[in-house]
């Protein structure tokens, strides 16, 4: 019988953890009353959006590139996002003395766009519906040396993005189930691999836009499906397809996925602000959106939520979120 080896272990997240010790913020876990009340459970929110470039990404991207060997993080780094993973990458080469060089939808959010370029990045532009970010991307690595970082198919980016559920185990200690919304599957990978590792009975539950349930569609079928892009509110989770390594994990570990609206979407966006106080971009909000709406289906006493991330401008979330219509 052969036994595969999983791209991404328990003991690579708590190895990530300890790279991440001190570079990573520890982010806070809230409580909230009037959540409890509606979701039926208690509810420990882990809010990724108060992590350095407000956002979970950055846990990954750092634990990636600082392995990679002096001379090669010397000759700078490649990357593809539409804004996280790139605030991430950015960020990570500067804080390790070296370069990047980032490729990002021309629609990418304006805010996700200069927090990049503000990190020190180089940024490439190209049409998320006609062009192949991975191609120019290792394009660029190829002419220049660069060494690619993705932003989820890659053992040690799952890793890292698994210390956030990592902190949060260790934090509010067991838990019945844990939400995480999912684009690429980085982080529910990592999620899951902790959670499932520590806890074997855990319900994993992934969150996707109603627009873009490539993940949803590929459980079902057992295999990786192609969806066209998605036009979704939700620009982190508009993919067409989850990532081989990553849906190689959560097609084991994960036990379902459900789906919102953008309409819902926005509605938990309005509720974090207006109720618990923070600040969730769209993909940051999907899990929050299940539990208000129940989608997430009969809940264990204590339930995890992961709030990704809160990288959204004044004047974006206000046209979102500025009306009940």
Known sequence: MTTITPPVTLDDVRDAAARLQGVAHRTPVLRSRTLDAL???EIHLKCENFQRVGAFKFRGAYNAAS??????????IAAYSSGNHAQAVALA?????????????????PSKRA???GYGAEIVTYDRYTGDRVAIAEALAAERGLAVIPPYEHPHVMAGQGTAALELLEDVGELGALLTPVGGGGLMAGS???????????????????AGDDTKRS???????SIPVPYTI??????????????????????????????????????????LKIVLEPSGATPLAALLTGRAGPLPHRVGVILSGGNIDAGRFAELCGSEA
Do not use: C, Y
């Not at 390594?245 to 959560?250: A, G, I, K, P, W």
């Open 67 to 76: 392995r990679l060997a002096p001379d090669q993080l010397s000759r700078g």
């Open 39 to 41: 979701a039926g459970a």
């Open 115 to 117: 927090a990049t370029a």
């Open 93 to 109: 080469a500067r804080e390790l003395g070296t370069t990047a060089v980032i490729v990002m939808p021309e629609d990418a959010p």
């Open 219 to 225: 459980l079902e079928a057992g295999r990786r499906i």
């Open 234 to 275: 939700a620009d982190g989770q508009a993919l067409h397809t989850p990532g081989e390594l990553t849906f190689s994990v959560n097609r084991r570990l994960v036990d379902d996925v459900v789906l919102v609206t953008d309409d819902e979407i926005r509605d938990a966006m309005r509720f974090a602000f207006e109720r």
């Open 192 to 210: 899951a691999t902790v959670a499932k590792g520590l806890h074997p009975d855990i319900r994993m539950i992934g969150v996707e836009p109603e």
